[in-house]
């Protein structure tokens, strides 16, 4: 978001201890104006399935965390389920493989 940009120009204005004029601020930029349901919910999906198959990469899970930081102002109900179940899931996973390779 650039500080041209809805609350930030306001902030800038009032650090700088001037008024900002009502024409000069744009709307608020809403991910949901650009981002339909389905295709975050692909979003979310993907980069659960890249962190899983990709998890020696740390670059890919590294950006893969940056874009879900990024979608999180707009994640419903079912997305959290979602990655409730991945983190269980992998969670499970690795302490049976630890626990495997100790017996």
Do not use: W
Request: net charge positive; aromatic share 8%.
């Amino acid at each position: 978001m650039h500080p041209t940009m809805g609350a930030l120009m306001k902030a800038q204005f009032l650090l700088q201890g001037a008024q900002p004029e009502i024409k000069q601020i744009s709307p608020l930029f809403e991910l949901k104006t650009f981002v339909s349901t389905q295709a975050r919910r692909q979003i979310v999906n993907t980069m659960l399935s890249t962190i899983k198959e990709y998890s020696h990469c740390s670059i890919s899970n590294q950006l893969c965390i940056m874009i879900l930081d990024c979608i999180k102002s707009q994640v419903d109900v079912i997305d959290l389920v979602t990655m409730q179940k991945f983190v269980i899931a992998e969670f499970k996973a690795r302490h049976l493989f630890l626990y495997n390779q100790h017996r």
